[in-house]
């Protein structure tokens, strides 16, 4: 049997409705879901697990918004090559 890696996709957004929904279509499609509330804490999930392969990323949120958390990973080693979906 082959061994399949099942891809980890970071839902960053402020709005529970929108992480229940895409959470639920990703983890059917048999994709790992982390989810962050903000981009401050999208940053330290970031950096505390670093073996994610995508981000869907809100815009609007407070605390750190989605351009600020984008700028911010951009900035360390790591995590600039992470793709990004706004």
């Known amino acids: 049997m082959k061994n399949i890696k099942s891809h980890k996709i970071l839902i960053v957004d402020d709005q529970q409705k929108n ?3 895409l959470g639920s279509l990703l983890r059917l499609g048999n994709y ?3 989810v962050a509330m903000n981009g401050k804490q999208a940053m330290e999930i970031l950096i505390e697990l670093n073996d994610f392969d995508l981000v869907l990323l809100y815009v ?19 995590l600039k090559e992470i793709p990004i979906i706004f």
């Open 19 to 21: 992480i229940q929904v």
């Open 32 to 34: 790992i879901v982390g």
């Open 60 to 78: 609007n949120m407070p605390i750190m918004n989605g351009f600020e958390a984008c700028r911010a990973m951009r900035k360390i080693e790591n």
